[in-house]
C-alpha cells in the first residue's frame, strides 16, 4: 500500500500533513511513503529529513497516480479526485457542508472520502481529533494576535510609576478554542470572563480562574456529539443584551461561537461594539463560518468607534509548525486504528463507529445519511 503526502498548493498554508516522525510510524508498520517534493519547505523540514524517516520523494503527479492513501489538509479539487485512482482513501478536511459537490464527485469517481471535520467528538476518537487539536492552537493564537494589536499589557503591575490594572478579556463560546483562550489570557495575566450557551462549560471555565457569565435563556442544552444547539432569535438577543454589559467594560473580546454544520451565530451587533471603548480589540474566530460579530471580514482590519476588529483566517496555520505535528500525529492515529499489518491493508467494517461518522464516502455511495440526499440530487 502506497500512503502519499501532498504539498498545499496555497501559499498561504503553511501547515503540511505528516511530518518525518510520523512517516518513519507507518513504514514500520509495512506501508510504503511517498511525499511530494518540497512537502516540509514551509517548515524548513527539507526533502532529506523526509529520506531519511524512509520516504520516497515523488512529483505531485506521480503521487495522485499511484497513492492507495492520500494525505492533505485542504479538499481536493475537482482535477486532483478525477487523476486519483478508484478506491484510494483520501484524508483531508473536505467541509462537506459548504462544498458538497466536492463530495458528489469524489464518491462518484469512487474514492473512500474521510471528511476530518466529521470524526466523532468521543474518547475513542479523541487522539484522530484534527478539530480538536487545530482549535486549541486557534484559541492560543487568538489571544496572541489580540495582545499584539492591543496598546495595553495584560498583567497587573504594580510598580513605582503607578499601578496597571489587568487587561480584562471576554471570550464567547468556551469550546476547545475558546478554553484554550481563556487558559492563555490567565497565564498572561488578564482578568478573564466567558460564557456559554452549554451550562456543562461552567465548571470548566472556573477551573480555569475564569468567571463564567450566567444568562437565563431558557432552554439550550446540547446537541448530539456535545455541540450547541441552535438557539432561537429570542433567545440570541437575551444574550446580546447581557452581554453587550460585558463587551462595553472589556479590553479584548473573544468571540468562539459555532453550531456545528451551520453558520455560525452573530453575536456581538454594531450596537454593542458602540458600546465598547475605543482602542478595545475583538478578534472574531468564527469569522471564516459566517462571522460572530457584525462587520467582520475576512483577513481585513475593521474600526468602528475606535474598536478594532479583527477576522484573520486560518489560526492554527498561524503556529504551523505545531499545528502540523498535531495534525500529523492525528492522522496517523487514524490510519494505524484500521491498518492490519497482517494483511498490509486498511480494515473498514461498516459498524464502527468513527467510520459512521467521518467515512463520507466508499465505493461510489454516499454512506453517512447527513448527505445521502446528494446521492439522488
Ligand atoms: P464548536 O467549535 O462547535 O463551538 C464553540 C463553542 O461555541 C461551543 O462551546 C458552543 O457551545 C459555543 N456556542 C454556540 N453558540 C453559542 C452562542 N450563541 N453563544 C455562546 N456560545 C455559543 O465547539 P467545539 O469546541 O468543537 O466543542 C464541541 C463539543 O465537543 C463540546 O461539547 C466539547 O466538549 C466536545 N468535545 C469532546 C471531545 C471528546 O470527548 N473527545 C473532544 C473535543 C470536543
Redesign the pocket.
Known amino acids: 500500500m502506497i500512503l502519499g503526502a501532498l504539498k498545499e498548493q496555497s501559499s498561504r498554508e503553511k501547515r503540511i500533513p505528516l511530518l518525518p516522525a510520523s512517516v518513519k510510524k507507518m513504514i514500520d508498520q509495512g506501508m510504503t511513503v511517498c511525499v511530494e517534493e518540497g512537502l516540509g519547505e514551509s517548515l524548513f523540514i527539507n526533502d532529506q529529513a523526509f529520506r531519511d524517516s524512509g520516504a520516497q520523494i515523488k512529483s505531485r503527479s506521480e503521487i495522485l497516480a499511484s497513492a492507495d492513501i492520500l494525505v492533505r489538509i485542504s479538499k481536493p479539487s475537482i482535477d486532483d479526485i478525477k487523476t486519483l485512482k478508484s478506491g484510494t482513501v483520501h484524508l483531508s478536511y473536505l467541509d462537506p457542508f459548504n462544498d458538497p459537490e466536492t463530495l458528489k464527485q469524489m464518491a462518484s469517481h469512487g474514492l473512500s472520502a474521510i471528511s476530518l471535520e466529521m470524526i466523532p467528538?468521543?474518547?475513542l476518537?479523541?487522539k484522530m481529533?484534527v478539530?480538536?487539536s487545530q482549535?486549541s492552537l486557534a484559541g492560543y493564537y487568538a489571544v496572541v494576535l489580540a495582545a499584539s494589536r492591543i496598546s495595553k499589557a495584560f498583567p497587573m503591575m504594580m510598580t513605582p510609576a503607578g499601578t496597571i490594572p489587568p487587561a480584562r478579556v471576554f471570550v464567547?463560546?468556551?469550546?476547545?478554542?475558546?478554553?484554550q483562550a481563556i487558559a492563555t489570557a490567565k497565564r498572561l495575566g488578564a482578568r478573564v470572563e466567558a460564557?456559554?450557551?452549554?451550562p456543562?462549560?461552567e465548571e470548566q471555565v472556573r477551573s480555569l480562574g475564569a468567571r463564567f457569565l450566567k444568562i437565563d435563556l431558557g432552554e439550550t442544552g446540547?446537541a448530539q456529539?456535545?455541540?450547541?444547539k441552535?438557539?432561537t432569535e429570542a433567545?440570541?438577543d437575551k444574550?446580546r443584551q447581557e452581554m453587550a454589559k460585558v463587551c462595553a467594560q472589556s479590553d479584548i473580546v473573544i468571540t468562539?461561537?459555532?453550531?456545528?454544520g451551520r453558520k455560525?451565530?452573530r453575536?456581538i451587533t454594531k450596537n454593542m461594539i458602540m458600546g465598547m471603548r475605543p482602542g478595545s480589540v475583538i478578534v472574531d474566530m468564527a469569522v471564516e463560518t459566517g462571522g460572530?460579530v457584525e462587520g467582520s471580514l475576512v483577513d481585513q482590519d475593521v474600526e468602528l468607534n475606535g474598536v478594532l476588529i479583527l477576522g484573520l483566517s486560518n489560526l492554527p496555520g498561524k503556529v504551523a509548525a505545531d499545528a502540523s505535528s498535531m495534525f500529523s500525529n492525528n492522522i496517523t492515529s487514524l490510519i494505524l486504528h484500521y491498518w492490519d499489518k497482517a494483511s498490509k491493508s486498511l480494515k473498514f467494517s461498516q459498524e464502527d463507529e468513527i467510520l459512521k461518522g467521518c467515512l463520507l464516502a466508499s465505493q461510489g455511495k454516499i454512506l453517512n445519511e447527513k448527505f445521502q440526499h446528494l446521492q439522488k440530487a
Open positions: 467528538r468521543t474518547t476518537a479523541q481529533d478539530l480538536s482549535a464567547v463560546g468556551a469550546g476547545v478554542a475558546g478554553l460564557f456559554d450557551t452549554r456543562a462549560v446540547e456529539g456535545g455541540y450547541a441552535q438557539l433567545q440570541l444574550q468562539t461561537a459555532q453550531v456545528f455560525a451565530p453575536i460572530n
